[in-house]
């Protein structure tokens, strides 16, 4: 048999829907190795999504992470099963409510830990956003041998092991790396639909898709793959019955969506028009989506990686129809989709990242095959120089945002620093770089260590003394570069507020884009010119950084720059005013 012939799938006839193993595929040695090399793949995945899964704590400095998944999962033990909440879909929140159920046993025991020290719960929370993408790799391998073979499969799963989106994310409390395990799921039934066409492959992917829809939304790209498997075996009514079992399967991870239909509704409204937002995001540092979305595969995935799954693409056109209309179709459609929005992050291009993999794959099994064959010798060298090539770039990242993680985040080095040389009481000015429980101690009775600045503007009475707030609304983080101008300062001394605290990826919003708000910029001016800078806290290594203002380079910290996670973090002390020593 030859490489090629191996590489083809195995052709099915109708009286062959149920393959039973040969015994000489039974008694295969190799099958041992295959299971082996897999289950060190699940381990190598699980630690690096799991190394340094404390990072930050007791403090949590991912916004989403700190408003979303695990504080709705706290509540539900107060209120049941209604998340009210539907601008990301609950199975993720569903599932962090019974592991804490489990591991706290029950509503008490988990407010007090959360209350005392939420580090606890976080770190559950990252542990099993970090188990569930290794499961994603384990079933991407299925996926790929059941759609082309073990080969492909291996190193499908080996590139998502160590690409640097699936690894970084996999380290918070979200469900973007959640929702690879279903997405994966869809993907080894919908291989298994296009190979075979058996009814439990057809409720494999109705299960996954319904799955991937309720942890993540955009997880339901792989809809599209399943329909075009099942035209490929003109099964309509196995599509149908699929379609049914995912939609019951979203909704028994999603009740709510049939039982409150009018806020799962707004709560989809609210996602669309927060993507597609004009000019909402101050500091976007890209025009295009689909020119950011190519950037983003070439560190999210990896150069090589992602060219060979656009080789891929080319190549199953021309050798296999079949899987090029399983698979391609769905990633052109998403990646249009997210292209035309208003708002690009990398880490929402990871439902289609699992599909990438097997592309890149089996593009990497094809060429080391036809160089093998014309020189047999060389098969074992190619074979290592093709793993090498695909996991390298992503090796290095993964393993580099590790030990970033695991050293001490600036803010928390700039807190500690505080808290050695700034009273407790004393009036600070804090920059949304934080979240609100930072200014405070660790558990609820100790209460606030300092009084922040309300973030809006004040007034004075007449004697330019008695100090005020002036009745407006809350400006939040995505406003804030918004509202300064260098007249603040004027406000902070006649108010005794004589500490500011500032964080590069506040600033660099505005230094991305100066012409929008320059006002912040003048602010920043006269910050730097006025007043001592006492305290510097960097994440770069000497010599090092700085790294320019991206949403996603300052926040997942990518560049091998980075020695530590966090931003710049900087202590002003303001003299004159009330603020004279």
Known sequence: ??????????????????????????????????????????????????????????????????????????????????????????????????????????REAVSASFAS??????????????????????LLYLAGARLFDRRVGMLAAGVLTVAFLPVFYGHLGLNDSPTLAPVCLALAGIAGVLRGGRRRDFAMAGVGLGLACATKYTGGIVLLALVAAAAHRRAWLALAGAGVLALVTFVVANPYAVLDFDAFWEGIRHQSEASGEVGGKLGLTASSGFAYYAWVLTWGLGWVPALAALGGAVGLWLRDRAAFWTLVPAVV???????????????????????????????????VDALAHRWPAAGPSLGAVAIVALCAQGVVASVHIGFTLQREDTRNQARAWMVENVPRGTRVVVEPVVPD?????????????????????????????????????????????????????????KAGYCWVLSGSTQRGRAEAEPEVVPGAIAYYRRLEREAELVYRASPYRPGRGPVDFNFDWSFDFYPLAYERPGPVMEVYRLSGGECTA
């Not at 393959?19 to 190799?30: G, L």
């Not at 020290?117 to 384990?138: H, K, N, Q, W, Y």
């Not at 804030?480 to 007249?487: H, M, N, S």
């Open 117 to 138: 020290d939420p580090s606890g719960v976080f770190e559950l929370a990252r542990l099993t956003s970090a188990a569930l993408g290794a499961i994603a790799v384990g």
């Open 437 to 493: 429980a930072w200014a405070t101690d660790v558990g609820s009775a100790r209460g606030a260590r300092w009084i922040k600045w309300p973030g809006l503007r004040a007034r004075f009475a007449d004697d330019g003394r008695r100090y005020e707030v002036e009745e407006r609304p809350a400006v939040n983080i995505e406003d804030y570069e918004r509202t300064l101008q260098p007249e603040l300062v004027d406000d902070y001394l």
């Open 333 to 367: 459609a998403f990646l249009l989709f997210m292209g035309i929005q208003e708002r690009y992050f990398g880490r929402w291009l990871m439902p289609i990242l699992p599909v990438l993999c097997l592309l890149a794959a089996w593009a990497a099994v094809v060429a």
């Open 1 to 106: 048999m030859s490489a090629a012939d191996e590489l083809a799938p195995p052709r099915r006839t109708a009286s062959r829907r149920r393959r039973e193993p040969t015994p000489r595929a039974a008694a295969d040695p190799r099958r041992w190795a295959w299971r082996a090399g897999l289950a060190l793949l699940l381990l190598v995945a699980f630690h690096l999504r799991s190394r340094g899964v404390s990072h930050g704590l007791p403090y949590v400095y991912n916004v989403d992470e700190n408003a979303h998944f695990v504080p709705t999962a706290i509540g539900l033990f107060g209120h049941g099963w209604d998340p009210d909440y539907f601008v990301n879909p609950p199975a993720y929140t569903y599932l962090l409510h019974l592991v804490l159920l489990v591991a706290y046993g029950g």
